[in-house]
């Protein structure tokens, strides 16, 4: 069972997210419910770790073995969803990922394993990010100076 629920008031999400960087590009998502990019990863199920949790995503979304260099943030993010309007009380750990022993490196865009949503990854540039519509935001301004400690935050995108 994911770690989500809907109350009259919003919903409540508990997810993990990968930060891949590679060069001067940072991996990215899209699938057929969501024309924004976001970030690789995915619901954390019940009596599940978030280590095990984004290792479980990036396996069923990219067939990798994650290799987790260090978890970076515990966002506590507040934001309506733009397409569903539903508003969000999301906690989400990012790990920063290494995939330099793949061959996700070697593709510019591509198709996930997931073929439910129809998922599409991109290396965006990350000196474009700010013209991307890539959610959560606080990343197009958090990715150039990423935290050798592990941070806690709380981002409103309202």
């Known amino acids: 069972m994911?770690?989500?629920?809907?109350t009259e008031n919003g919903i409540f999400n508990y997810r993990?997210?990968?930060?891949?960087?590679?060069?001067?590009?940072?991996?990215?998502?899209k699938n057929n419910n969501t024309p924004y990019y976001f970030l690789p990863g995915g619901r954390v199920a019940l009596n599940e770790?978030?280590?095990?949790?984004?290792?479980?995503?990036?396996r069923e979304e990219l067939g990798i073995s994650a290799k987790i260099v260090r978890p970076l943030w515990?966002?506590?993010t507040f934001f309506v969803e733009d397409e569903c309007k539903e508003k969000f009380h999301e906690l989400c750990v990012y790990y920063l990922v290494d995939v330099s022993d793949t061959d996700l490196v070697n593709h510019e865009k591509f198709i996930g394993l997931e073929t439910k949503n129809n998922e599409?990854?991109?290396?965006?540039?990350?000196?474009?990010?700010?013209?991307?519509y890539l959610y959560p935001?606080?990343?197009k301004e958090r990715i150039n100076n990423l935290p050798e400690h592990f941070e806690m935050l709380a981002e409103y995108e309202y």
């Open 74 to 76: 515990l966002a506590q």
């Open 120 to 132: 599409v990854f991109e290396w965006l540039s990350i000196a474009s990010l700010n013209e991307q």
């Open 16 to 29: 993990v997210c990968a930060i891949i960087t590679h060069g001067n590009k940072l991996l990215a998502m």
């Open 49 to 58: 770790t978030a280590d095990n949790a984004i290792k479980r995503e990036l």
């Open 137 to 139: 935001l606080f990343i």
């Open 2 to 6: 994911d770690l989500t629920f809907k």
